[in-house]
């Protein structure tokens, strides 16, 4: 009896044995089966999306690069055709990324209509989440009104701005001496499609141009340099140039930009800007003579600042140009109903690599930017961006004060901004005044767009101040009168 028992346990144990060693092998080919489906579902989704962009393709493209000042405006206009067999929502575009770093602005429009008719629909255009592409490059994608089906076509216009991507050369000149520039890119529109035709047209400030690359067929007229027409470019393709060239206009650019805006509801605004302005082009080396620069101004000093113009809003008055020393006098205002422009002459000639500091101020009646929305909310409309005409701004602070008791405080800004909140405290404050503050790096003149702060506020605020020093004036005159009738002597 025993003996069964034996080998009916050895025949469990053997049972057992083959049991495991299948599930064993069955969870082994079922670990490697899921593995290979994950790997081929990421192939699949690797190669549609590196695929996507070639299901498009740029029937024609045209870029005009604007060398005139020191801000770099380029203009793309593309015929992008659907050759996939799904319908497209977005198009891509492809920056080098040496230029993404001083990209400032970009904006896309669809054309619509037929000839005369013609117009301009914004698009949205987003940095995309695509994996970089050959040699580093950035892509940004443009959302399409309407998914291009295939076989169809649309008409895209891009602009978009360059800041400081002009390297003086040489890097340092003498007061006689014109500023020579050099200007990087390539002859060939970095695309990540395929592009049938295209051309590229740089225009530079004035027919001085010591020398530029040439990518054949390549032709200079006048202020004109034109590269193209190439056909049939493969995707990513790239032909670097180098154009050097004359360019005197000044290289004004403030380094940081403090705008205090102080709401007041007794009825003005009172603006204050705080200025770090810097000449950004070549250095001056050697000795400066202001006869010279006073006798021979066009030949000495011509890329230095001989005036700025400050453009301020209408109705401007109260307007005050100081330095660290005092007032300027060296300005001129010119007020109409529908513009005011502040000339202003630095205290010194500003040549490259020199800088100034300044304040301007000024005061604007209230009811031309405070209104009231529908639902009760008082707003501020003001301009965002820089006054001073062609001016980069590395840095720019808007400080909106609002009114002491004010609640709920938020901004509405046409582009992405730094958003924060403070206190600041004046005259008669108790609980002090909130302070919206919205910060923005890389800012061009075309940032001067209206942004708008909305805010909560009682009017019964608005009695706090007089009822406070009348209050004061009303306890110091009883204060005198008691005095006055009160005996404080020892005599009886």
Known sequence: MFRRLGSILLLLREKTKVNMEVFEARSRSTLILSILVLLSLSFRSSSSLSSSPSELQILSAERRIDLASHIIRVVLNLKVQNDGESPASNVLLAFPPSQVKHLSLIQASELAGKKKKKSLQPLDVKPSDHADGPNGAKFFSISLRNPLSTGGSVSIEVSYILTQSLEP????????????????????????????????????????????????PSTQMRTELKYGPYQDQPPFSYAPILVHFENNNPFAVVEELVREIEISHWGYLQIT?????????????????????????????????????????????????????????????????????????????????????????????????????????????????????????????????????????????????????????????IVGRPVVVLEKENVVPEHNSLFQVYYDFHPMFMLAEPLMLTSVFFFLFVAAVAYLHMDISIRK
């Open 169 to 216: 050369f040489p890097v340092e000149i003498s007061q006689s001496e014109p500023q020579l520039v050099l200007y990087r890119d390539g002859a060939l529109i970095l695309s990540p499609y395929a592009i049938k035709q295209q051309t590229t047209v740089i225009r530079t400030p004035t027919t001085k141009v010591e020398s530029f690359t040439r990518v054949e």
């Open 273 to 429: 800007e705080h200025y770090k302005l810097v000449h950004n082009g070549a250095r001056h080396k050697g000795g400066f003579s202001r006869v010279e620069y006073q006798s021979r101004p066009s030949i000495s000093g011509v890329s230095s600042f001989k005036h700025l113009l400050a453009r301020l809003p209408p109705r401007v008055h109260s307007v005050y140009y100081r330095d660290n020393i005092g007032n300027i006098s060296t300005s001129h205002l010119r007020t109409s109903y529908s513009k005011s422009e502040l000339e202003i002459e630095p205290r010194y000639p500003l040549l490259g690599g020199w800088k100034a500091t300044f304040v301007i101020g000024y005061v604007l009646p209230l009811q031309d930017f405070l209104f009231e929305s529908d639902d009760g909310k008082r707003y501020l409309n003001f301009s965002f961006g820089c006054p001073i005409a062609e001016t980069v701004v590395n840095k720019i602070t808007n400080k909106v004060v609002l009114p002491e008791g004010s609640k709920n405080p938020f901004a509405v800004v046409p582009f992405s901004v730094e958003r924060h909140a403070e206190t600041s405290y004046s005259y008669l404050d």
